[in-house]
């Protein structure tokens, strides 16, 4: 199974800074025949369900803010918040979808306010 | 408006078996793949399971296979998950979600929508 670690466990950033929430997997995500990245950010805010931002590593879900965005390629993988927003404070998973299953999730950035 | 929404947790006994329904609405649920996903009580979210469009094609995670059935029912627009020989670590919240398919292709694994999840406690 393709294990996914995420860094940090936990982060504190003042509204209106930089948050970056990083993510590796434990064998490369990409697939060469159709150039992408079988890699997904959710986010998921006090008791709610997780909610899709990006997927194809870089590629924002209809209706996600452009303060979010993905990067990275094979292993290593990276979610960005230019300018944190009061309602940005969520958990935030990576998860890849690569060939078969299971299909493997991090275990959770805790995102909050300094 | 795409809506998911899971029923049938509740308290049950080690051993003991629990059914859950996900009703899905506002989508064409027949041409979709679904997925369980769970979570238990201040952790981390969990795949457990996943079936194809028209039910011929399903896959499990270790923690659950041999335990738990994944089957749909495409002219109720429902999909189920059958829990049988339940253990203390099943305790989660159980959540149904959306296979993403873009106009072209469909994506396992990738999910695009979530229901707001039923929770599933067992315990003596």
């Known amino acids: 199974d393709i294990v996914m670690t995420q860094s940090p466990d936990s982060l504190a950033v003042s509204l209106g800074e930089r948050a970056t929430i990083n993510c590796k997997s434990s064998q490369s995500v990409f697939y060469s025949s159709n150039d992408k990245n079988y890699l997904a950010w959710y986010q998921q805010k006090p008791g709610q369900p997780p909610t899709l931002l990006i997927y194809?590593?870089?590629t924002r879900e209809s209706g996600v803010p452009d303060r979010f965005s993905g990067s990275g390629s094979g292993t290593d993988f990276t979610l960005t918040i230019s300018s944190l927003q009061p309602e940005d404070v969520a958990v935030y998973y990576c998860?890849?979808?690569?060939?078969?299953?299971?299909?493997?999730f991090g275990q959770g950035t805790k995102l909050e306010i300094k | 408006e795409v809506q998911l929404v899971e029923s049938g947790g509740g308290l049950v006994q080690p051993g003991g078996s629990l059914r859950l329904s996900c009703a899905g609405s506002g989508f064409s649920f027949s041409r979709y793949w679904m997925d369980w996903v769970r979570q238990a009580p201040g952790k981390g979210l969990e795949w457990v399971s996943r079936i194809n469009s028209d039910g011929s094609s399903t896959s499990y995670a270790d923690s659950v296979k041999g335990r738990f059935t994944i089957s749909r029912d495409n002219a109720k627009n429902t999909l189920y998950v059958q829990m049988n020989s339940l253990r203390v670590e099943d305790t989660a919240v159980y959540y149904c979600?959306?296979?993403?398919?873009?106009?072209?292709?469909?994506?396992?694994?990738?999910?695009?929508?979530w229901g707001q999840g039923t929770l599933v406690t067992v315990s003596s």
């Open positions: 979600a959306r296979g993403y398919c873009s106009s072209t292709n469909c994506y396992a694994g990738l999910l695009d929508y």
């Open positions: 194809w590593a870089s």
């Open positions: 998860q890849q979808y690569y060939s078969t299953p299971p299909y493997t």
